[in-house]
């Protein structure tokens, strides 16, 4: 069988046998994510035969209950319908353990249980931890799962893993703490901390875009690009997670994790190998090589906004702090947008402006390269009719996943009319496939023993390094201000001033 996320001469064997435990499996990611994209890898034949999946948690479920519960999650969030024959031989392979997170000895039946079906389906004791709780639990999680062993394979040539998820740290200090923890049960080698929008398939294509292309690596630095916009923004509002938005806010909920991501992949050097630490050393130069913002520079750098009353595709939606859970008087960020330099040989000079936020106009992820504009002198006199435009090469995440040129080209006509004209790529036109979700390959890699879409300790806390400071900051200093854009705006007008001082503007989008 073949695996269609991989090219053809990296095609890789089915991962092994192994039992998957998903902690916390009765939570709201097992069911919108985890389940549906099993599902699917399992409907593309691409898990191993024998293999076994154990949910893990506290609730009063059975085996029975968490199949129920999982057909029910797979129906509704699958990307393919559900089928089944195919459900029901999946299904067979689920298991609920009930048990506490800091149970020791539950964690030592659990043992047992994973024994008990190692011998069931002939695995040799491969395990692949999941830990998909409310990062409150992560630690005490790991430290049980070292404290009775189930770090260390249990037979030669095994291996066990474990997925972390995000949010890996709140800032520096945690993100450090937490990664000591994981260090004294695991080795590095064995953690698999995700950033599900590495999994996505217009993410990958940055670095084939980049590096199996020859044309646009020689403009691809400081002598060609003016400068880079990147946008993550959503028309949602916190939907029901004001718990968690309220304590996290949009630097920690996007910025820290997925920009930096993008970004990283965006400006990084070309790896020697498309390989885990080859990939992840280039990301991390590229953080290293962020200029710091110091206390006094975060309000010349960063804005911060928080929506309030307005209206979205022309329905009214209450403000950040009319949300049922929100502090009243909350001065949790929904907006930020912020400008970064790298400081290297290749970006000296070339700003990269960042800016995020809920309750914009339209849901849209993209990247956006200006190039420098033209010497313009052909074109300069007054008979020329022409409205130029710099080239911008669009490189849209999600929605209608795609890249695009936009480019002058002459108007047909006896005139000498100059007007800007877009070169289009799409996914779904081009290819005509339903693309894999991100889960589905993150979680085939991690299964595989494959750490190039995950972030490395040192990765999590560069890039906390940088953005730590602003937290601090902004902690010092309430928002005089908030809100300060009504929902369904493209956010405060500090955030254009930002932009406007270096004489450019955001991209429409
Ligand atoms: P949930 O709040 O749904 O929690 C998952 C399960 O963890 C619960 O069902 C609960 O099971 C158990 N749990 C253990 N301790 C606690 C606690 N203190 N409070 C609440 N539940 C607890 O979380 P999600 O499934 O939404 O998210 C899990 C992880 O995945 C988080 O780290 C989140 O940031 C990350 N994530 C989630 C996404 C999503 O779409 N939901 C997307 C990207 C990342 P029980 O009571 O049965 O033990």
New binding site residues.
């Given amino acids: 069988m073949t695996n269609p996320f991989r090219f053809p001469e990296e095609q890789a064997q089915l991962p092994e046998p192994a039992i998957l435990i998903i902690?916390?499996?009765?939570?709201?990611?097992?069911?919108?994510?985890l389940m549906p994209a099993l599902y699917n890898l399992a409907r593309e034949n691409l898990l191993p035969a024998r293999f076994a999946v154990v949910g893990f948690?506290?609730?009063d479920?059975n085996d029975g209950k968490l199949r129920a519960e999982m057909r029910r999650a797979v129906e509704a969030f699958s990307r393919t319908p559900l089928l089944g024959p195919v459900w029901e031989e999946f299904a067979q392979h689920l298991y609920y353990f009930r048990s506490?997170?800091d149970d020791a000895e539950g964690f030592r039946r659990l043992d047992e249980c994973l024994q008990e079906l190692d011998a069931r389906y002939n695995i040799p004791g491969n395990r692949l931890h999941y830990?998909?709780?409310?990062?409150?639990?992560?630690q005490q999680i790991i430290r049980h799962i070292g404290l009775v062993g189930l770090n260390r394979p249990r037979t030669p040539g095994s291996w066990v893993r474990v997925v972390i998820?995000?949010?890996f740290g709140t800032d520096l200090a945690s993100a450090r703490q937490l990664n000591a923890s994981v260090g004294q049960v695991f080795s590095e080698d064995q953690v698999f901390r995700?950033d599900?929008y590495l999994g996505k398939e217009t993410v990958q294509n940055l670095l084939a875009f980049r590096f199996a292309n020859s044309i646009y690596e020689p403009l691809w630095n400081q002598k060609y690009i003016d400068h880079v916009q990147i946008t993550v923004a959503e028309s949602v509002g916190i939907e029901t997670r004001a718990g968690?938005y309220d304590q996290t806010g949009a630097l920690r909920d996007m910025v820290q994790n997925h920009m930096m991501q993008l970004l990283s992949l965006m400006a990084m050097e070309p790896p020697v190998a498309l390989e885990a630490n080859a990939v992840r050393d280039e990301k991390v130069k590229v953080l290293r090589a962020i200029k710091r913002l110091a206390p006094a520079d975060v309000s010349k750098a960063v804005v911060r906004g928080q929506y309030g009353p307005g209206a979205i595709h022309g329905q009214p939606v209450p403000g950040y702090r009319q949300e049922p859970g929100v502090h009243p008087n909350s001065t949790t960020e929904t907006y930020v947008a912020m400008k970064l330099e790298i400081d290297n040989w290749r970006w000296a000079g070339v700003p990269f402006y960042l800016r995020t936020g809920k309750r914009l106009p339209k849901k849209i992820s993209e990247i956006a390269v200006y190039f420098r504009t033209p010497p313009q002198l052909l074109f300069e006199r007054g008979e020329f009719d022409h409205a130029f435009t710099t080239n911008v090469l669009s490189i849209q995440i999600q929605p209608n996943e795609g890249i695009s040129l936009t480019f002058n080209a002459k108007v047909p006509g006896s005139e000498m009319r100059i007007r800007p004209v877009v070169m289009d790529f799409r996914y779904g036109s081009s290819f005509g496939l339903s693309t894999p979700e991100a889960y589905e390959r993150l979680l085939l890699d991690a299964w595989q023993g494959d750490a190039t879409l995950f972030i490395r300790a040192d990765e999590v806390e560069e890039s906390w390094r940088l953005l730590t400071p602003v937290l601090e900051t902004w902690q010092r200093m309430p928002p005089p201000d908030f809100p300060n854009y009504p929902a369904g705006t493209w956010g405060p007008s500090d955030a254009d001033v930002l932009l406007a001082l270096d004489g450019r503007r955001w991209r429409r989008l």
């Fill in positions: 902690f916390g499996v009765t939570g709201d990611l097992a069911r919108r994510k948690a506290r609730s479920w506490h997170y830990v998909a709780t409310p990062p409150v639990v992560f998820e995000k949010p995700i599900h968690f």
